[in-house]
């Protein structure tokens, strides 16, 4: 029997700056009436190295998995040059267990619009794509719609609030591949081309799309950017945890009482998440597990969440990483072996298939997994369950490989006895299926 | 000059260059299957993964760049277990079907397999199952399934055919290669990717089944599809050829070969209806007689015309031998200089990769040992004017059925004596009273100078009856070696043809002049004494990979020790 963790007391305070809950606020009227685009006018009467500069010094960190400084990754771009350059923002959002992008293009889909137009203003961009899932045609159009309003409303487009600065944003619908999220198979996919990761350096800063430079951000990262040039610099860098912080949208699923997407500072406790945000654990059972940051990051023992927060060097520490914030919760019931399987399968699904190590592995992994749940496995499989694994990992063109390996190598260390518990003592020699 | 260290190695490292040239040019072998000197690297395969130091992960030697001070490892633990790791997921969906597989033999993944891997599978599950035959084009069908999705095919076709219909299609295990919906690979050089594939995914519709790869003897050798002249090989098996390939030659053909060179130029040398001995016509029928009598024949013909009523026609399919040969016995024997030869030009069809508009694969060879028209003009128009009006009345004619040309075919008729060098019966022979069964390019020693001026040797694969394949030298197979009295492959049917040089030097015996060539090196050394452009050469020199003319009037290159 598990001992369920501690509770905290209660949840810390936070007024929504992402998604707050004013009624409307995707209506162009209603987003301006709370000062809506007043961080672009802004923006535009500052230099674009300006706004970089304060980009960098908020301390804003990518939210599409890898936690990048996006000031950094911003100023990669070269200044001049004869060449067009892009932005694209990333709304794949496949991973498994994150689902928060759709809420900014839901409830507030021209803080994005804004948060586009400045980076675009940055950067000296005159093209902007937001590539979005293809499974999200509802949202697709509610997006479609906020931009037709910024156009009519003169927003986006020629001469922008008569600055001068003139810039197109298209919507890109995707065609429902995970791997497309990846940045450089996304940036083929907008060119038409088979979503294939591309293999870097050269990185998107010089060469990306249409082989020009190019800045690929999150969705929640480009959001994030009115806030700072609203309220600046410094105020972003103090909400949260110093070395990663600003307000984050934390996708909660699994075993929970109220699963869903809420926005905190970084660095709140997982704890805190799970049972005061989320209104905890159905029926009052301990957690076996949970996966922090969406599937593709390492899964943690319940046990050893005391004290673990949502930021990146606490889940860092914790061996795991912060991903996209999506937090999947199990149960004390939870087969674990019935979960990886279930993960593997979608990597096996996804894997685009053009590098050797992912195109192979992850079918692998999964069929071996297959053979665990039903109860059919070796215990030299456990082994070359991990073996296989290791055999991805590093090897491949994308993350993906890793994407695959992670869960698996996790859960295999974290959670070794509940494999070996499902295998059956049968001869090395002896045929896989009886 | 920047400076790479590879396995303890120092080389110079050019800015730019990847770590597998800069290895590769050194020597050293880091295992790769979908990259490719002549294409754009993909970096798909992951086999050439090799550490670089200050590197965290292994690097793809194929797409990096070398750096001055680089030290690269291709060979370190950590390597070979990417490369074991690497292997073994390469023959997880792999059909172990190597026994009836086409390109076991010359397979890089069964090579690499003895080579590079642990030599045994861990994976029990099933296979994944994809489409097989598949047929991509005229000329190519492909195995899904054997497919290790390198990629090379694809970047062939968008890059060195300009023919972009090659993609693939699903994601992960079950990413299957296809063509565009309604298109095919049918470009001029589609086989090519036959070779390019690393595995037999891809095989060739004309060859595929005939033979395993080690049946057949490999021979150097040279295409006589058009004036390129593309270095090839010439595999036999049972003294019949079964295919050529390409053969690698950067000042000519690169990688490469045409569809048409590849399937239409040896057809013929198999031909059941193959010339097996001289014919003479006899009461209006052309009969198979001995070599002897045929010559002396031949010899006595001639002798009954003056000599400007005597023409000779060289031949750009014939070597530098049989047309130097020609002109002499007919300049300097014979006494005349109604010499030229009938070219076959196909206006317009070239292109910018290989294929010339000049279909033969020596008349520039011809030219230039002096096949060519006489010092007042007689050239072919002349010699065709002359056989019109009867002042030409015995015409000699090397290795070309010049009646296919109906303009030439209509004054064939006037002539009271043609004697013609042929392999098969054709629409010259018709008209012939002798023909002499001539070898092809398949069985003799010899050389062809290509457009390019580019001299070129190829040696012969199919044994006739004066030639012996163990006794000559042949490049053999191990079925050619091993082979006991009373196996069938190990003879195969034999030829009474001889190569047109060896012919014309026995005609300028009977004639009562002494030619005293015993090989076709023999009549070569003497080009090279006799044809200052040739100066200096020797088939040693010339070797496998050619050797340029001098150009007209400069001093030739000095010979290679
Ligand atoms: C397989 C794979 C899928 C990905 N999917 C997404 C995605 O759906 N959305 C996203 O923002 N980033 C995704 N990423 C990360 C992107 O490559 C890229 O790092 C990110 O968009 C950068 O944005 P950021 O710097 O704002 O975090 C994915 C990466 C991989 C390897
Ligand atoms: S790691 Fe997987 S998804 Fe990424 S390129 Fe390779 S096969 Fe494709
Ligand atoms: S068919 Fe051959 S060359 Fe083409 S991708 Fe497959 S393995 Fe590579």
């Known amino acids: ?434 | 000059m920047p400076k790479v260290t590879i396995d303890g190695r120092t080389f110079d490292a050019p800015a730019g260059r990847t770590i597998i040239d800069i290895a590769a040019q050194n020597g050293i072998e880091i295992p790769h299957f979908c990259w490719h000197p002549k294409l754009t690297p993909a970096g798909n395969c992951r086999m050439c993964l090799v550490e670089v130091e200050k590197m965290p992960k292994l690097a793809i030697a194929c797409m990096t760049t070398v750096a001055d001070g680089m030290v690269v490892q291709t060979a370190s633990e950590k390597v070979l277990n990417a490369r074991h790791a690497v292997m073994e997921f390469l023959l997880i969906n792999h059909p172990l079907d190597c026994p009836i597989c086409d390109e076991a033999g010359e397979c890089k993944l069964q090579d690499y397999a003895y080579k590079y891997s642990i030599g045994e599978s861990r994976f029990e599950e099933d296979k994944v199952h994809k489409p097989k035959r598949v047929e991509l084009g005229p000329n190519v069908l492909l195995d899904v399934e054997r497919c290790i999705m390198c990629s090379r095919c694809v970047r062939f076709s968008d890059e060195i055919a300009h023919q972009p219909v090659l993609t693939f299609t699903q994601r992960g295990t079950h990413v299957v290669l296809t063509t565009f919906p309604d298109t095919q690979l049918d470009n001029r050089y589609s086989m090519n990717v036959i070779e390019l594939c690393p595995v037999g995914a891809l095989t060739s519709r004309d060859f595929r089944f005939k033979a395993r790869v080690w049946e057949m003897s490999s021979t150097d050798s040279v295409c006589t599809g058009c004036a390129r002249g593309c270095n090839t090989n010439v595999w036999v098996r049972n003294n019949e050829i079964l295919r050529l390939t390409p053969r690698h030659n950067e000042e000519v053909n690169s990688y490469w070969m045409c569809d048409d060179g590849r399937l239409k130029t040896f057809k013929h040398v198999n031909a059941a209806e193959r010339l097996s001995a001289p014919l003479v016509r006899k009461e209006g029928q052309l009969m198979e007689t001995g070599w002897d009598e045929a010559i002396a024949k031949a010899v006595s013909e001639l002798r009954l015309f003056r000599k400007n009523e005597i023409a000779a026609l060289g031949s750009g399919f014939s070597s530098n031998e049989d047309n130097y040969l020609l002109q002499k016995f007919f300049r300097e024997t014979v006494g005349t200089r109604l010499v030229d030869l009938v070219e076959h030009v196909v206006e317009g069809d070239q292109d910018d990769l290989l294929i010339r508009a000049d279909k033969t694969p020596n008349t520039t060879g011809a030219r230039e040992v002096g096949v060519r028209p006489g010092p007042a003009g007689e050239d072919l128009a002349s010699i065709l004017q002359g056989v019109r009006d009867g002042s030409i009345k015995a015409l000699y004619v090397l290795e070309d059925d010049i009646a296919a040309d109906p303009a030439v075919r209509e004054v064939l008729g006037n002539l009271e004596l043609l004697i013609v060098h042929a392999h098969q019966r054709n629409a010259t022979t018709e008209f012939a009273d002798i023909v002499f069964a001539a070898s092809t390019f398949a069985e003799r020693n010899g050389t062809f100078v290509n457009f390019q001026r580019h001299v070129q040797r190829f040696r012969p694969a199919v044994a006739t009856q004066e030639q012996d394949r163990a006794l000559d030298g042949f490049n053999m197979s191990r079925w050619d070696k091993f082979a006991a009295h009373n196996d069938r492959w190990g003879r195969g049917s034999r030829r009474d043809a001889r190569p047109s040089w060896r012919i014309l030097a026995a005609l300028a015996v009977v004639y009562g002049v002494k030619y005293r060539y015993q090989t076709a090196e023999d009549v070569f050394r003497e080009i090279t004494e006799r044809v200052p452009t040739f100066k200096g050469m020797s088939y040693l020199a010339v070797g496998s990979r050619g050797r340029t003319l001098a150009a007209a009037g400069t001093t030739a290159p000095a010979p290679v020790a």
């Open chain 1, 1 to 434: 029997m598990m001992l369920p963790p501690s509770h905290p007391d209660q949840a810390t305070k936070w007024e929504n700056v992402i998604l707050p809950p004013t009624k409307d606020l995707h209506k162009i009227d209603v987003y301006r009436q709370g000062g809506g685009y007043g961080a672009l006018k802004k923006a535009l009467a500052m230099k674009p190295e300006e706004v970089i500069e304060e980009v960098k010094r908020s301390n804003l960190r990518g939210r599409g998995g890898a936690c990048f400084p996006t000031g950094l990754k911003w100023s990669f771009m070269p200044k001049a040059g004869t060449k067009a350059k892009y932005l694209c923002v990333n709304g794949d959002e496949s991973e498994p267990g994150t689902f928060k992008d759709r809420q900014i293009f839901e409830f507030n889909p021209h803080l994005l619009i804004e948060g586009t137009l400045i980076a675009c203003w940055a950067m000296g961009i005159t093209a902007a794509y937001i590539y979005i899932r293809g499974e999200y045609g509802k949202w697709i159009r509610m997006l479609e719609r906020a931009l037709e309003d910024a156009y009519s409303n003169r927003l986006v487009g020629e001469n922008i609030l008569d600055s001068g600065f003139t810039t197109q944003i298209y919507i890109h619908k995707g065609a429902g591949a995970y791997i497309c999220g990846e940045e450089s198979s996304l940036m083929n996919s907008i060119e038409g081309d088979r979503g294939y990761p591309r293999v870097k350096p050269p990185f998107p800063a010089q060469v990306g799309l249409w082989g020009c430079p190019t800045t690929i951000n999150n969705v929640e990262t480009i959001a994030n950017v009115p806030v700072i040039i609203e309220r600046g610099a410094a105020w972003y860098a103090g909400v949260g945890s110093p070395k990663h912080p600003g307000p984050l949208l934390v996708g909660v699923s699994g075993h929970v009482n109220q699963p869903g997407v809420y926005e905190m500072p970084t660095g709140v406790p997982l704890l805190e998440i799970i049972h005061k945000w989320s209104g905890g654990v159905p029926g009052h059972k301990g957690i076996k597990a949970v996966i922090p940051g969406g599937s593709s990051t390492m899964v943690l023992r319940g046990e050893a969440l005391e004290g673990v927060r949502m930021d990146a060097d606490s889940l860092k520490a914790a061996g795991s990483s912060v991903g996209t914030a999506g937090l999947i919760v199990m149960d004390e019931d939870t087969d674990l072996i019935a979960v990886i399987t279930r993960i593997a399968k979608f990597y096996y699904h996804e894997s685009c298939g053009q590098c050797t190590p992912c195109r192979e592995g992850t079918g692998w992994l999964w069929k071996l997994l297959t053979r665990f749940e039903a109860g059919e496995a070796r215990m030299s499989d456990v082994a070359l369950l991990m073996d296989v694994a290791n055999n991805i990992e590093g090897n491949t063109i994308c993350a993906l490989g890793d994407a695959a390996a992670w869960p698996v190598q996790s859960m295999l260390r974290q959670f070794r006895d509940e494999f070996e518990r499902r295998t059956v003592d049968r001869p090395d020699d002896a045929p896989v299926s009886a």
